[in-house]
């Protein structure tokens, strides 16, 4: 039952030509075990199936708010167009193929109550064809601060299976938006996230699933290796300060993965060996220096 005085949860699906998981992903939802949430959901002009499915859902359930946009605005604009809608104590966002277990909500909060966070991240485990894996463990469950090192080498938390405070959604909002235009933008918030004095709690846990299909954004390899190597440039005067040895690490990682791209696929970024190569130069004379 709701009772007026328990903290709202709301939960932001941005969906694109989603009609294969939707409903699945939104039904994981409903069956959330904690009762106040509002489920709010951004198509972005959708040329599929998604629109019927996401107007029957809107009908039945009334927690349920679907708006259409006209155009399709590209994705980090839809997650802005989201999140920007949230009203709640608490806001998440989840991909609109991704799935969360029945406490994943309740346990969060649960963890925000005990401890004096601004986000809880949780494990997750991997869904593909219908058989589920788990990962490996990067780190331990424990709270996190000042944790750019931490980023940098493991990139452990998914942005898709964490609860943020609206005091830290407020807070990391650049020109109003939570995300910046990056095709990474999930790895440049956790990148600010951690850059800040913001305190996130992480549960080795696996509340969420996460689908891997062959149309996951993450398949992108090209384009998704330069945008991420463009966001840590884009901090690197504060990494530069905080964690500078893994700085060196991840720039060095950046380009033996474009090189091995080159070896695997035949395709050469010229452009972002060229920015690393100048990179890796400037550091390599700092530290002989």
């Known amino acids: 039952m709701k009772t007026d005085n328990q903290p709202q949860v709301s939960v932001c699906i941005p969906v694109y030509n989603g009609a294969k998981y939707i409903a699945e992903t939104i039904q994981s939802v409903l069956a959330q075990t904690y009762p106040r949430i509002e489920i709010l959901i951004q198509d972005n002009a959708s040329t599929d199936n998604t629109k019927s499915i996401l107007n029957e859902f809107a009908t039945k359930y009334s927690q349920i708010h679907v708006e259409q946009n006209e155009q399709n605005c590209g994705m980090t604009a839809n997650w802005n167009l989201v999140i920007n809608r949230a009203r709640g104590d608490y806001v998440m966002l989840l991909s609109a193929d991704d799935l969360l277990m029945p406490q994943f909500i309740e346990k969060c909060l649960l963890i925000f109550e005990q401890d004096a966070v601004d986000a809880v991240v949780t494990n997750h485990l991997f869904i593909k064809s219908g058989t589920r894996s788990p990962r490996r463990k990067l780190v331990a469950t424990g709270v996190y601060q000042n944790h750019s090192k931490v980023i940098l080498l493991y990139n452990p938390f998914s942005v898709n299976f964490t609860l943020f405070s609206r005091a830290l959604i407020e807070k990391m909002k650049v020109q109003g938006n939570l995300f910046r235009s990056f095709m990474t933008c999930d790895y440049d918030l956790c990148l600010r996230i951690s850059l800040s004095e913001m305190r996130v709690a992480y549960c080795e846990e696996a509340l969420g699933i996460y689908r891997v299909h062959d149309s996951n954004l ?72």
């Open 218 to 289: 993450s398949k992108q390899g090209k384009k998704m290796l330069r945008q991420a190597a463009l966001v840590v440039l884009s901090h690197k005067n504060a990494l530069q300060s905080h964690s500078r040895t893994a700085y060196r690490i991840t720039l060095l990682r950046f380009m033996l993965r474009a090189l091995f791209q080159l070896l695997r696929t035949n395709v050469y970024d010229g452009r972002l060996v060229g920015i690393l190569r100048a990179e890796i130069s400037r550091e390599a004379i700092r530290f002989l220096k």
